[in-house]
Nanobody, 124 residues
Framework: QVQLVESGGGLVQAGGSLRLSCAAS????????MAWFRQAPGKEREFVAG????????TYADSVKGRFAILGDSAKNTVYLQMNNLKPEDTAVYSC?????????????????WGQGTQVTVSS
């Protein structure tokens, strides 16, 4: 059973930066692909960024491309989301997810393990 624990959320002013962490425990094959999703109040959950830990490939939502970066640390079994130039519209609960497949995906239904989420609030 995979456990995912997020940390690093908080309150930041527009233009600022935050780094989210997602520490994974459990079988390595269960976290071949890890991703970040977010959900703002009254909105549907949306894909933010994903990484294939075996292939080293990444993918990003258009809304965060060039501002966010997803990074993996195999030694710590941790994935990070570096968020720069934050905007008020980035305010949401950010959740880490993992899937036991090597192919990247942007569909939340493809991910079987989820963290509890961490709040990110960007003030204008």
């Amino acid at each position: 059973q995979v456990q995912l624990v997020e940390s690093g959320g908080g309150l930041v002013q527009a233009g600022g930066s935050l780094r989210l962490s997602c520490a994974a425990s459990g079988p390595t094959f269960s976290t071949y692909v890890m991703a970040w999703f977010r959900q703002a109040p009254g909105k549907e959950r949306e894909f933010v960024a994903g990484i294939s830990r075996l292939r080293g490939s990444t993918t990003y939502a258009d809304s965060v491309k060039g501002r966010f970066a997803i990074l993996g640390d195999s030694a710590k079994n941790t994935v990070y989301l570096q968020m720069n130039n934050l905007k008020p519209e980035d305010t949401a609960v950010y959740s880490c997810a993992a899937r036991a497949r090597t192919e990247l995906s942007r569909d939340a239904a493809d991910f079987g393990s989820w963290g509890q989420g961490t709040q990110v609030t960007v003030s204008s």
